[in-house]
């Protein structure tokens, strides 16, 4: 069957045109030709120039999701091979493959779908509905590569239950792909060992992203007084206690997050340093400099504050107030290592944010690095929302 041809409307599809994946539903000037939505169609611009091909779902705002931009290109079943076998053979060379993030969506080329590796377990979200027509093919696609290099996947847990499929169309889904198997996963990150719960947890059960953050943080942690906000599962913390912390203290406002950190910590045979309690990080960071607590290092890791545009004012009173508050909490001297996860607030905005709270409570910041998310979230320049995690280590000084 013919493909439907899309033309977008003069001077639109910038974002594609630079690079990016995404045409939006009001980029488009016309449809021509039979479709259902999640086809594939061809993609012209307003001339008739031909851009490539991607998947069409009406019912989106972003309503064409690019697949190629060769208008010859045929998305069959070696393409897809080809795309999957990538996304591994870069896993390889860039990232420790026991546990990581195997398929990145539109920064590997496959708009709209996620896989984590959990030791022998996939956990795939398939979040676009073009993509989701492929996911099963997808999933032998990759466990056949991993079994050219002698890994064998015991079993695949769908978590397609993020809201954001709504907006796409589609129902909710989750479940085992495959056979059943105990979805409580063991694995091993920079030497600390976690019970990940891949049916549970967020998202596809532990953040594979801040891998490489955290064991930045082991050298600063020997013989440290360490405080962890917004521990989830305890890993930062963890790994402030593998490198030799004298006491943790992790804090998250869910009872799951803190039953499943105290597991982690006794896994670990932590449980004597590295301590987990359930409270608001807003309310405890005042009440802990009532107390005149002080730390070596202060880790803020908290979830996106924004996941709009229309809301960035109020995430940046939300940043600037975190900071402020753990800088005061930070011995003279000592380390504050805080991130962003939300896409919308940028590096720049970012930076400004931390050191306004810097000013604020009077407090001179040494750089010790930046970083972002791991080399298994590769970030695609043309594509923004793939760089979503801003990550900075400083050492924190009063003024003299």
Request: glycine letters at 8%; a neutral charge; aromatic letters at 8%.
């Amino acid at each position: 069957m013919e493909e439907a041809v899309v033309t977008l409307k003069k001077g639109a599809g910038k974002t594609v045109k630079s690079g990016g994946l995404w045409i939006y539903d009001n980029e488009i000037a016309s449809v021509e030709g039979t479709f259902t939505d999640g086809d594939l169609v061809a993609v012209h611009d307003f001339d008739g120039y031909p851009m490539g091909k991607g998947f069409l779902n009406t019912k989106s705002k972003i309503s064409i999701r690019m697949m190629t931009r060769n208008k010859e290109q045929k998305i069959n079943a070696d393409f897809i091979k080809m795309r999957v076998r990538n996304a591994w053979e870069y896993r390889k060379k860039t990232s420790d493959t026991s546990s990581c993030r195997v398929i990145f969506g539109e920064a590997d080329w496959l708009p709209g779908l996620v896989v984590d590796k959990f030791s022998d377990v996939l956990v795939v979200q398939s979040l676009a509905l073009g993509i989701d027509r492929f996911k099963e093919e997808i999933i032998s696609d990759l466990k056949a590569c991993m079994a050219e290099d002698g890994i064998l996947i015991r079993g695949v847990y769908e978590r397609s239950d993020a809201k954001v499929r709504r907006q796409e169309g589609m129902e909710l889904q989750k479940g085992f792909l495959g056979p059943e198997f105990d979805t409580k996963v063991e694995i091993e990150e920079n030497g600390v060992r976690y019970l990940v719960d891949v049916k549970d947890g967020q998202k596809t059960g532990f953040f594979l992203d801040q891998k490489y953050n955290r064991k930045a943080i082991q050298p600063l942690c020997a013989g440290a007084k360490v405080l962890d906000c917004f521990t989830h599962t305890g890993s930062f913390a963890l790994n402030a206690g593998i490198a030799g912390a004298d006491s943790v203290l992790g804090v998250d406002a869910s009872n799951t997050a803190v039953a499943q950190a105290q597991e982690n910590a006794s896994l670990n045979e932590m449980s004597d340093r590295v301590k987990f309690i359930c409270a608001d990080v807003f309310e405890l960071l005042p009440e802990l400099e009532r107390r005149g607590e002080t730390f070596d290092v202060v880790i803020l890791d908290p979830p996106a504050f924004t996941k709009s545009r229309n809301s960035i004012k109020n995430a940046v009173k939300g940043y600037r107030e975190i900071n402020l508050r753990a800088m005061k909490l930070v011995k003279d001297g000592g380390y504050l290592a805080t991130c962003s996860c939300s896409h919308f607030m940028d590096a720049e905005l970012f930076a400004r944010t931390i050191r306004q709270a810097a000013d604020n409570v009077h407090r001179r910041l040494r750089q010790v690095e930046f970083r972002t998310q791991g080399p298994d979230h590769p970030i695609l320049w043309a594509a923004e929302e793939s760089y979503y995690l801003k990550f900075h280590i400083f050492q924190v000084c009063r003024e003299l």
